[in-house]
Nanobody
């Protein structure tokens, strides 16, 4: 079984920065990918950033140049560094991860509990 724990959300003024963490624990063989989503009140959940096996990253146009996704394989943790935050970045941020959990290709996919990011103007 794998667990994901998110941390790092909070209240910040526009132009500020936050770093979100998504830490995985449990029976992990390797990372297939981690995707950061966000959901603002009354809006659909949107994909913000992703990092997949091999290290390729991708970002939503709305956050390109401001957000950076990275990983620490030794800690089984993925980070989302968010700079130049805007009020429209206010949302609950969720990580979604897929791991290989054995050497025959079995996978696990799950979600973190979510962390609130609030950007004041």
């Amino acid at each position: 079984q794998v667990q994901l724990v998110e941390s790092g959300g909070g209240l910040v003024q526009a132009g500020g920065s936050l770093r979100l963490s998504c830490a995985a624990s449990g029976n992990i063989f390797s990372l297939n990918g981690i995707w950061w989503y966000r959901q603002a009140p009354g809006k659909q959940r949107e994909l913000v950033a992703s990092i997949i096996h091999g290290g390729s990253t991708d970002y939503a146009d709305s956050v390109k140049g401001r957000f950076t996704i990275s990983r620490d394989n030794a800690k089984n943790t993925v980070y989302l560094e968010m700079n130049s935050l805007k009020p429209e970045d206010t949302a609950v941020y969720y990580c979604n991860a897929e791991f290989q959990i054995d050497d025959i290709g079995s996978t696990w996919n799950g979600w973190g509990q979510g962390t609130q990011v609030t950007v004041s103007s």
